[in-house]
């Protein structure tokens, strides 16, 4: 079974631009999570979508936004790039995320660099 | 609110020495925890989770976990290193009430294994 896929890999912005980020869950996997990696502030969480609808989000501005397709495919989009966007963005995918016993499955990520 | 704590920034170990990667937690209720590992320019790879049972987990590549609820640690351990173990490790917590996304990650363990 394919794993969770995220394009593109690599990608670099200019500040004020806006980036679009797509991922594909695992095969029947319906529940996709993103985080933000960086080197100062870890691994935190952005936010959930199941079903197409966002079930729970992180502490982030309102230029993070994201959305699911009914394929469960997910696509997150920051608007108005500030250098402090550039990170890794994960991606990770669960079978419903309806139980916190669900591992979470993470794909390669996207790393963003804002100039 | 959940947290995660990882006390080592880097453990170094030599070839065939037990590695261990400390981890101690504090969430409301009943904890469910992972671990994950991360190699460079790749995303986390799941290694395993403790959800309820025997307090020792085993999970993929020879790694085990020690669940101790009074000390509210969850280490991971190997009993032989080796050389492809070099990456960097991170601990993550739920509590099980929290079932949709939101992993809260631990700042993460460089492991450094010398032949």
């Known amino acids: 079974k394919a794993g969770v896929t995220q394009t593109p890999r690599y990608l670099i912005k200019t500040r004020g631009q806006q980036v679009t980020l797509s991922c594909s869950p695992i095969?029947?996997?319906?529940?996709v999570s993103w985080y933000q990696q960086t080197p100062g502030q870890g691994l935190q969480f952005l936010f959930e979508?199941?079903?197409?609808?966002?079930?729970n989000k992180g502490n982030f501005p309102g230029r993070f936004s994201g959305r699911q397709f009914s394929n469960s495919r997910s696509e997150m989009n920051v608007s108005t790039l500030e250098l402090g966007d550039s990170a890794l963005y994960l991606c990770?995918?669960?079978?419903?995320?309806?139980?916190?016993?669900?591992?979470?499955?993470f794909g390669p990520g996207t790393r963003l660099l804002v100039l | 609110a959940q947290s995660v704590a990882q006390p080592e920034d880097q453990v170094n170990v030599a070839e065939g020495n037990p590695l261990t990667v400390k981890c101690t937690y504090s969430?409301?209720?009943?904890?469910?925890l992972f671990w994950y590992v991360q190699y460079p320019n790749r995303g986390l790879q799941f290694l395993l989770k403790?959800?309820?049972?025997?307090?020792l987990v085993k999970g993929s590549y020879g790694f085990e976990a020690e669940f101790n609820k009074s000390q509210t640690s969850f280490h991971l351990k190997k009993p032989s290193a080796l050389v492809s173990d070099s990456a960097l490790y991170f601990c993550?917590?739920?509590?099980?009430?929290?079932?949709?996304?939101?992993?809260?990650f631990g700042a993460g363990t460089q492991v450094v294994v010398t032949p």
């Open positions: 990770a995918s669960s079978l419903a995320g309806a139980s916190a016993r669900e591992t979470q499955y």
């Open positions: 095969s029947g996997h319906r529940s």
């Open positions: 979508y199941f079903s197409e609808t966002q079930r």
């Open positions: 969430v409301s209720g009943n904890p469910y």
């Open positions: 403790y959800i309820t049972g025997d307090n």
């Open positions: 993550a917590v739920r509590p099980s009430t929290d079932s949709w996304g939101k992993l809260q």
